[in-house]
């Protein structure tokens, strides 16, 4: 089962059946994913085919990391037909927070 964690914490864990891979990055559902450990942040981002992405910062056990996750609220209708799965409010994680 995918999960994402980080410093040993696990902050999203899915089936395969429900997680959407895109441009090598792992999208968790929302369900899938600890909220708690996510503050919304002001880093402005549109991606030209997938639309206006929300970037979180990840905070666990008093680390916290800007920017670290991101999902598309609003995902243009084109990225949903171009991928085959509705993924808005999915999140994806970078850099320290390991996938796997």
Not at 7 to 19: C, D, H, K, R, T
Not at 56 to 62: A, I, T
Request: glycine share 4%; charged share 20%; aromatic share 12%.
């Amino acid at each position: 089962m995918p999960s994402a964690t980080l410093n040993g914490v696990v902050i999203a864990e899915a089936p395969e059946s429900e997680i959407v891979r895109v441009e090598g990055n792992v999208y968790f559902p929302p369900s899938a994913v600890r909220h708690e450990v996510l503050t919304t942040s002001p880093t402005p981002y549109t991606c030209p085919w997938k639309g206006a992405c929300q970037y979180f910062s990840v905070d666990v056990d008093g680390q916290a990391l800007p920017d670290r996750a991101w999902s598309y609220p609003s995902l243009y209708p084109s990225a949903v037909d171009r991928v085959g799965a509705d993924f808005s409010n999915y999140v994806a994680f970078w850099k320290e927070v390991r996938v796997s």
